[in-house]
């Protein structure tokens, strides 16, 4: 009985829910949005109302989020990989199309003075106009140029006073505002001043029958290339648009030398970079397990508790305090030793000093995998390896750490997966710097993840998601390959176990 | 005492055998452990050095009484200006303590809720396609979230563009990106733990009358809520850690996490604003120090079944 209330209630909220957001995407012309929100709400509706599914009902809610926030992300970079989507292309043909044609507006020679009041109604601005002719009064606003009776402003709408409309944000509100009138044909009403407008004209217009821009003065129809108008000079004109670029993305990481230098040397820094994190923070650890779980070595309890301090602080912390601590100018350890160490602005420095870093924030989880590991190494083994009279020497190198390595190598693995993509673990302590001549993005530390995540998002160079995208995929074959590669070969090596 | 050993290795019983002391010397055991000490907490030392100085700059590590003082600390909660008489607060610290709070309790929270139902589901649930959608989700796990951050960050604008309390610059959308991002992986964890919990005891209750509804909530359930805690606790853990993905979202001042917060405080400014930011990783830091110290065993048990830390 609850259960049937309680199903009621929810089904009750998911469909209201659903109905607001499916209003607003109604509103919005997102006829796609629509279609996915029905489907999402009838499969709710379906599994939880239906006695058949019994499955489905533990698992839809799983099922909906991997959905949206897993696999439609891998399919969106996937694409994005293979277009031009950056900010210089970003927006659809006809918005581009229109923004370049309002970007060529100039004033019609001879254009008669508007007589204009400015208004506001809390949100928008529009203008109440007087045509300078006929002198009937109108209410313009960046869609509609409607005639009204009255010369007064219309109810909900008030006059700018002319302080208010010197005020710096009202002048950017009413400086872009364009009026479209009917004459001259294609025109626009600017604001001239407080009292006076002008009627502009583009040079460019779009002609819808032909899709094409077309500019009037000469009669010259621009051409396109890869999703971009192109005037004679062969630039490309910004907006542009987003068109399919192919594999050009990928191609331009093994061909482009501007693109592949920078790529190439992140790439290696990258693989360096996780597999001597890996193995300097395997060997620290392994070492101190083994020297500290010993029966003879008191208060090992303490010492444990005290060794994972570095890895109990959250890793986010301990980068910032590092990267202040490695300070050049005003860092602790240049001023406790009374060295001149560039430890942040030289490459080399730079890199050494992130894989140190690296080694103190990880070595205490290795520390604790293998503690565990060795103690659950039957102690028979090597008492039976001790009777018949292996040195201790030979217990380690011969027992202990084959039956090791078979236990801890899948979390080496894990582990160097997780170095490969570690954003913050470089980021948060040199920012990728410091800069390398070959490129403005890719620093010396850069790693391939935070290599994309300046191509992406880092503003100062046009934010080129394809590409980034590109390297995204890039990189998971990578992992991808290196990790199946290993597990085969550590399944082959408990095979042989 | 050499001889002993060996010879109690010989004979002893399996009993005394385990309490043996192993042989060898042990004096520079204690000296590496020293040595690794002395590395692993001395940023530590020096940070709480740092933080109970006002005076403190980076450089500064003579620690004597008279320049004890807790300046910094209370820089964090707000400053009190003489000259105007009203107290301001430079840095919203508090503000990006509560959001990390709230943020990783209520995406932990939500991870473990969502991602139970699905483990039940693999483990005790005979449905077609099951096996297939196993190994899907292990394949996922290749593709890691943080390779699709452009894409998350492109489609949460567009959803944002309609339904704004979702887009960038809110919680309820990096929660739900928090919460897609590692479902995959907790599943499977659960599922493998749920898969331990012997069969038996749910055919007795199906014998018994009991409904899959009952059976979850009576048996599954209440055996199961250590490991849930487990769980909870190291996906808490590692979005208190998350960076990338609140830096792309949160650009807000009063919106961040402590992470992007702290970052935004030191980012350029390390000369001026080391003493306060030493304060606040303390004051963000002891708690989680404290935790991993109390909850050690649990924490290692989760990590030897293969999550790891962010």
């Known amino acids: 009985m609850i259960g049937i209330v309680f199903r009621i209630c ?40 239906s006695k058949r599914s019994r499955a489905s009902k533990w698992l839809l809610p799983g099922t909906l989020l991997l959905l949206i926030f897993q696999i439609y992300p891998i399919l969106f970079t996937a694409s994005a990989a293979f277009s031009n989507y950056s900010t210089a292309h970003f927006v659809s043909r006809d918005e581009a199309a229109s923004n370049i044609v309002l970007q060529n507006i100039q004033q019609v020679e001879g254009s008669p003075q508007y007589s204009i009041v400015p208004l506001h109604n809390g949100n928008n601005v ?36 002319e302080e208010q409309f010197y005020a710096d944000a009202v002048q950017t509100k009413l400086g872009s505002l364009l009026v479209p009138i009917p004459e001259p044909k294609g025109a626009y009403l600017k604001v001239n001043d407080f009292s006076t407008a002008f009627a502009f004209v583009s040079d460019v217009i779009y002609d819808t029958n032909s899709e094409k821009l077309i500019r009037v003065s000469d009669q010259y129809v621009f051409p396109e290339r890869e999703g971009a108008f192109i005037d004679e000079d062969g630039t490309a004109l910004d907006p542009g648009w987003r068109v399919s670029v192919g594999f050009k993305n990928f191609k331009s990481v093994i061909t482009d030398p501007l693109v592949r230098g920078p790529f190439l040397r992140v790439l290696i820094w990258t693989f360096v970079y996780a597999a ?34 570095p890895y109990a602080v959250p890793g986010f912390l301990s980068l910032m305090i590092w990267a202040g601590l490695l300070n050049d100018d005003f860092g602790t350890i240049n001023a ?162 | 005492m050499t001889t002993e050993t060996i010879s109690t290795s010989k004979a002893g019983s399996p009993r005394k055998r385990k309490n043996k002391l192993q042989r060898g010397t042990v004096w520079w055991r204690y000296i590496v452990a020293a040595i690794t000490i002395l590395f692993a907490i001395s940023p530590v030392v020096y940070i709480i050095i740092a933080a109970c100085n006002p005076e403190g700059t980076l450089t500064t590590f003579n620690f004597t009484i008279h320049s004890f003082g807790l300046d910094n600390f209370r820089f964090l909660f707000g400053r009190h200006d003489l000259s105007s008489d009203v107290t301001y607060q430079a840095y919203p610290y ?59 960050f492109l489609i949460m604008q567009k959803i944002g563009a309609v339904f704004p309390f979702v887009g960038p610059g809110t919680w309820a959308g990096l929660i739900l990106i928090y919460l897609g991002g590692s479902l995959g992986i907790n599943t499977y964890l659960l599922k493998g733990f749920f898969d331990t919990i012997p069969r038996e005891l749910d055919e007795a209750a199906t014998v018994d009358g009991a409904s899959a509804n009952q059976i979850f909530m009576k048996i599954i359930l209440p055996l199961a809520a250590p490991m849930l805690a487990v769980v909870m606790l190291l996906a808490f853990i590692g979005l208190m850690n998350e960076f990338l993905f609140a830096s792309i979202f949160l650009t807000r001042s009063d919106q961040m996490t402590l992470a992007v917060g702290l970052r935004s405080l030191i980012n350029g400014r390390y000369a001026q604003n080391w003493g306060i930011f030493s304060a606040g990783a303390i004051l963000a830091g002891l708690p989680m120090v404290i935790m991993f110290q109390l909850l050690q065993r649990f924490i290692v048990e989760g990590l030897a079944a293969g999550s790891v830390k962010g």
Not at chain 1, 282 to 300: D, E, Q, S, Y
Request: with cysteine; proline share 4%; net charge positive.
């Open chain 2, 94 to 152: 508090m503000l990006w303590y509560r959001n990390s709070l709230m943020v990783s309790l209520l995406a932990a929270t939500l991870q473990v809720i969502v991602a139970t139902a699905a483990a039940y589901a693999f483990s005790r649930l005979h449905f077609k396609g099951r096996r297939l959608s196993l190994g899907a989700l292990l394949l996922l796990q290749l593709f890691p979230s943080v390779l699709a951050f452009v894409s998350l």
């Open chain 1, 276 to 309: 001597l994190t890996v193995l300097t923070t395997f060997a620290l650890g392994l070492t101190l397990a083994l020297i500290l779980n010993h029966t003879r070595v008191k208060g090992r309890k303490y010492l444990r508790s005290v060794l994972i301090i």
């Open chain 1, 10 to 49: 929810f089904l009750g909220l998911v469909d209201s829910l659903a109905f607001w957001a499916g209003s607003h995407l109604l509103v919005s012309r997102n006829w796609l949005g629509l279609v996915w929100l029905i489907a999402a709400t009838a499969t709710i509706n379906f599994v939880y109302i």
């Open chain 1, 336 to 497: 406790l030793f009374h060295s001149h160490i560039p430890w942040l602005t030289d490459p080399v420095w730079a890199k050494v000093s992130t894989l140190l870093v690296n080694l103190w924030l990880g070595f205490p989880y290795m520390f604790l995998i293998c503690t565990g590991a060795i103690q659950s190494i039957p102690a028979e083994l090597s008492e039976a390896a001790e009777v018949d009279g292996a040195k201790p020497r030979q217990i380690l190198m011969k027992i202990k750490l084959p039956l090791l390595l078979v236990t801890v190598s899948p979390l080496l693995i894990g582990s160097f997966a997780y170095s490969f993509n570690n954003f913050g673990g470089i980021y948060l302590l040199t920012g990728g710097g410091p800069p390398v001549a070959d490129s403005q993005i890719a620093g010396a530390t850069d790693i391939l993840i935070s290599y994309t995540y300046k191509l992406a998002m880092e503003a100062g160079h046009g934010n080129d998601y394809g590409l980034s995208c590109a390297i995204s995929i890039l990189i998971f074959f990578m992992v991808a390959g290196v990790a199946t590669l290993s597990f085969t070969r550590t399944r082959a090596l408990e095979n042989l176990g």
């Open chain 1, 126 to 161: 529009a203008l109440l106009v007087t045509e300078p002719k006929t002198k009937k009064v109108y209410l313009g606003s960046e869609t509609e140029f409607t005639e009204i009776d009255s010369p007064s402003a219309p109810t909900g709408w008030k006059p700018y006073t």
